[in-house]
T-cell receptor
Framework: AQKITQTQPGMFVQEKEAVTLDCTYDTSDPSYGLFWYKQPSSGEMIFLIYQGSYDQQNATEGRYSLNFQKARKSANLVISASQLGDSAMYFCAMRAHSGNTPLVFGKGTRLSVIA | DGGITQSPKYLFRKEGQNVTLSCEQNLNHDAMYWYRQDPGQGLRLIYYSQIVNDFQKGDIAEGYSVSREKKESFPLTVTSAQKNPTAFYLC?????????????FGQGTRLTVV
């Protein structure tokens, strides 16, 4: 079984600053994927970034990067140059690569960007 | 445009009634999922299906039922046995296999018991 822990219920960041959202995970599967999703107040889930457990480099997508530390089982999301539109809920999720298992989500972090 | 459509966006149910939430996708995905979201709880898996005419229970399946008669459709019925059905319901789909398999989500249905 997989488990995702997000320990920050809420975070504040100044516009144009960088922010790190924490995510730790637990799994016994040797091969897995880690995902981050953004959920604005409208409710839709927007895929941000993916990291495979065997990927050698940390994933980056525009202003989003994933700080993957496999030995510590952490997959923190870094958002650079925060914008007001980044205010939303952010969810970390994972899936084992074997067995077509569904995504398992953490409880989320609410990010508020301040002007 | 390809995507997932959930309907209705808002749904009100009287106590003791069954209601069905619709989820349709035109992404040609084999796998479909239903999640429930409550404040502070994140997304919890209700049911999922990896192929037509087959589905598996998730972590909180009690009081819910599903069917998968067509690849494109995965409706969720909230039965009167569900003790606290007021929540936000999200449907998702993905490919199967060993690739990335990111999930695509619908816009959600907000169910309220009145």
């Amino acid at each position: 079984a997989q488990k995702i822990t997000q320990t920050q219920p809420g975070m504040f960041v100044q516009e144009k600053e960088a922010v790190t959202l924490d995510c730790t995970y637990d799994t016994s599967d040797p091969s897995y994927g880690l995902f981050w999703y953004k959920q604005p107040s409208s409710g839709e889930m927007i895929f941000l970034i993916y990291q495979g457990s065997y990927d050698q480099q940390n994933a980056t997508e525009g202003r989003y990067s994933l700080n993957f530390q496999k030995a510590r089982k952490s997959a923190n999301l870094v958002i650079s140059a925060s914008q007001l539109g980044d205010s939303a809920m952010y969810f970390c999720a994972m899936r084992a690569h074997s067995g077509n298992t569904p995504l398992v989500f953490g409880k989320g972090t609410r990010l508020s960007v301040i002007a | 445009d390809g995507g997932i459509t959930q309907s209705p966006k808002y749904l009100f149910r009287k106590e003791g009634q069954n209601v069905t939430l619709s989820c349709e996708q035109n992404l040609n995905h084999d796998a479909m999922y239903w999640y429930r979201q409550d404040p502070g709880q994140g997304l919890r898996l209700i049911y999922y299906s990896q192929i037509v005419n087959d589905f598996q229970k998730g972590d909180i399946a009690e009081g819910y039922s599903v069917s998968r008669e067509k690849k494109e459709s995965f409706p969720l019925t909230v039965t009167s046995a569900q003790k606290n059905p007021t929540a936000f319901y999200l449907c998702a789909s993905s490919t199967t296999g060993r690739e990335v398999r990111k999930a695509f989500f619908g816009q959600g249905t907000r169910l309220t018991v009145v």
